[in-house]
């Protein structure tokens, strides 16, 4: 492990560095799609609301 990591590690504190662990973008932005992806199913798919769905998704995900 290099010193700036050593230094970083020592700076982060637990809580941070569990947080920081485990979020993971593009984790979050599949699940969010997939999300997305059911509604305009259940939609038939209907043209027309895609960031809608979109951001119904991002709002479900993050309860």
Known sequence: ?????RKMKKTISPDTEAVATTICLPDRDARIAEIAYHKA???GF????E?????EAEREFML
Do not use: P, Y
């Open 51 to 55: 960031v809608e769905d979109w951001l």
């Open 41 to 43: 199913e259940c939609r």
């Open 46 to 49: 209907e043209q027309g609301h």
């Open 1 to 5: 492990m290099s010193a700036t990591i």
